[in-house]
Nanobody, 127 residues
Framework: QVQLVESGGGSVQAGGSLTLACAPN????????MGWFRQVPDKAREGVAV????????WYADSVKGRFTISHDHVKNTLYLQMNSLEPADTGMYYC????????????????????WGQGTQVTVSS
């Protein structure tokens, strides 16, 4: 059973930065597509950024382009989301997701398409 463990959430003021991290725990997991979704109350989960762990161009939601950077460290087998210039609209629960398929081979923007989910980490941005 693959478990994804997120860390790095917290509370910041608008304009601040946070870095989220996600690492598989227990069962060895490597390769495939990984990413981040977020959710606010009463709204559907939204894809934020995804990346093929073997390389390739990442995908970002329009709302975070130029502010967020997704990356994967092969040595640590850890996924990161560097979030800069945070805005109150970025507030939400952020979930790490993973799937053994390559990002281009499935509807990655569809939350239901992902095989593995973390428990989520809360990000709160105050104005």
């Amino acid at each position: 059973q693959v478990q994804l463990v997120e860390s790095g959430g917290g509370s910041v003021q608008a304009g601040g930065s946070l870095t989220l991290a996600c690492a598989p725990n227990g069962y060895a997991y490597s390769g495939g597509c990984m990413g981040w979704f977020r959710q606010v109350p009463d709204k559907a989960r939204e894809g934020v950024a995804v990346i093929d762990t073997d390389g390739g161009s990442p995908w970002y939601a329009d709302s975070v382009k130029g502010r967020f950077t997704i990356s994967h460290d092969h040595v640590k087998n850890t996924l990161y989301l560097q979030m800069n210039s945070l805005e109150p609209a970025d507030t939400g629960m952020y979930y790490c997701v993973a799937d053994r398929r390559m990002c281009s081979t499935f509807p990655r923007r569809n939350s239901g398409a992902w095989r593995y989910w973390g428990q989520g980490t809360q990000v709160t941005v105050s104005s």
